[in-house]
């Protein structure tokens, strides 16, 4: 598939999801089968920092919610399984967004650092501690690669933070090393993207690499959209 079609397939991400809304129900998945879906996924995200972005040093920001927590075990567990280093794989789950500039201050060093935020928290609960990693990120001028979580990028988390702070924005245009997964779902793959923020809109500069989802995990996808 040429790069064009994959982009177009992002474009329709967003209206996928509002068309399975008005689609028959499908059977809501299990707490076991959301711990599940986040482990074939937090597999591929943890390839993806490893493999693509080729980070030995891995912090996670995320909530306290226990969907999160299994996402984040998953892709913890493909860094460590991966990564050369001794502390391969760090994590701050933030119950409040005042304490996201101690946790970034923590992950200062490391080779990239990813927001998990999604789980069982309201949108605006996530998109608060979002918006305050980002802040943090930008005081501290972070300069390893910066990954957001589907639920960060689809709803426009970072794109929204950056409209309301000036800093965030001018530190999110002038960063090239900031990437997203999202799912092509009519052809079943997990496609990794280099991201940009300069427009300021949010946009995807590049397809880097896909990844085909077995039927089970494109199974669970399906029913949790």
């Known amino acids: ?6 982009l177009r397939s ?31 996924t937090g597999a ?26 299994s996402l984040v075990g998953a892709i913890g567990a493909q860094v460590v399984a991966t990564s050369k280093a001794q502390d391969a794989f760090a994590v701050a789950a933030l119950a409040k967004p005042e304490e996201a ?17 999604g ?18 990120l930008a005081d501290a001028n972070y300069g390893g690669a910066l990954f957001l979580h589907l639920r960060v990028w689809v709803p426009k988390f970072a794109e929204r933070a950056a409209s309301e702070d000036r800093a965030i924005a001018a530190y999110l245009a002038g960063k090239q090393n900031i990437f997203t997964v999202t799912v092509d779902v009519p052809n079943g793959k997990a496609l990794v993207h280099r991201v940009s923020f ?28």
């Open 10 to 40: 992002l474009a329709m991400a967003g209206a996928l999801v509002l068309a399975a809304a008005t689609e028959a129900p499908a059977r809501p998945l299990t707490l076991g089968e959301q711990f599940a879906l986040r482990g074939y």
């Open 198 to 225: 300069a427009e300021p809109a949010q946009r995807s500069l590049e397809v880097l690499h896909q990844v085909a989802m077995n039927p089970t995990w494109l199974d669970l996808f399906k029913r949790s959209l």
């Open 101 to 117: 500039a101690a946790a970034v201050d923590a992950f200062k060093d490391r080779d990239a650092v990813a927001l998990i935020f």
């Open 119 to 136: 789980g069982q928290v309201p949108a605006e609960e996530n998109y608060a501690l979002t918006k305050a990693s980002l802040r943090a």
């Open 44 to 69: 591929a995200m943890g390839q993806v920092l490893t493999g693509i972005v080729r980070a030995e040093r891995v912090g996670v920001l995320t909530n306290p919610s226990s969907i999160c927590a």
């Open 1 to 6: 598939m040429h790069l064009p079609n994959q």
